[in-house]
């Protein structure tokens, strides 16, 4: 399994920006696909996930202004970011969860200038 993120960048506080993971190689039917980010000096967290089946799970930090999305066909997962803050700032990650094994993607910077 190979996960390909992009859309990271250098926005200003309130900004918006999308970030985009595609996945490949042998991904099953259920899993779990989501953006997890880790600061500087800081554990990688989660930022919000999404089934294949629909469920959502999102950290509250960014609820309300954060929205994952997926399109299974493609086996590719989006994240819509927005009012951001400089707290937001970080490498984020794509991940994908099936069968038990976790999958990470190379990850993109996202920087939110003040």
């Known amino acids: 399994v190979q996960l390909q993120a992009s859309g990271g960048g250098l926005v200003p506080s309130g900004g918006s920006l999308n970030l985009s993971c595609a996945g490949s190689?042998?991904?099953?039917?259920?899993?779990?696909m989501g953006w997890y980010r880790q600061a500087p000096g800081k554990q990688r967290e989660m930022v919000a996930q999404r089934g294949s089946l629909g469920s959502t799970n999102y950290a509250d930090s960014v609820k309300g202004r954060f929205t994952i999305s997926r399109d299974n066909a493609k086996n590719t997962v989006y994240l819509q970011m927005s009012s951001l803050k400089p707290e937001d700032t970080a490498v984020y990650y794509c991940n994908l969860q099936q069968r038990g094994v976790g999958y990470w993607g190379q990850g993109t910077q996202v920087t939110v200038s003040s």
């Open positions: 190689g042998s991904i099953f039917g259920i899993n779990l």
